[in-house]
Nanobody, 124 residues
């Protein structure tokens, strides 16, 4: 079992930056691929970024590629999402998720554990 707790959300002006963190419990964090998803009001949850268990492979949604960077520190059981050049359309609740088994990184249905989410609001 993995418990995930996100932090680092907040209110920022367009063009600004935020760094999200996701702290994981348990000693098996390094066994999981990890992802970030987001959900804006009235919209479906969407994939943002993912990273393999080793950190050697990363994946991004087209809408954030070049602006967001996903990383992990397995020694600290922590996942990060550095978000730069933020836009109002990035406003959403951001969730981290853990995936134990192989399969698409882009599908939220394949992730086994989810955090409670952290709100990111980008003002214009």
């Amino acid at each position: 079992q993995v418990q995930l707790v996100e932090s680092g959300g907040g209110l920022v002006q367009a063009g600004g930056s935020l760094r999200l963190s996701c702290a994981a419990s348990g000693r098996t964090f390094s066994s999981y691929a990890m992802g970030w998803f987001r959900q804006a009001p009235g919209k479906e949850r969407e994939f943002v970024a993912a990273i393999s268990w080793s950190g050697g492979n990363t994946y991004y949604a087209a809408s954030v590629k070049g602006r967001f960077t996903i990383s992990r520190d397995n020694a600290k059981n922590t996942l990060y999402l550095q978000m730069n050049s933020l836009k109002p359309e990035d406003t959403a609740v951001y969730y981290c998720a853990a995936k134990r088994y192989s399969g698409s990184y882009y599908s939220g249905s394949l992730y086994d554990y989810w955090g409670q989410g952290t709100q990111v609001t980008v003002s214009s």
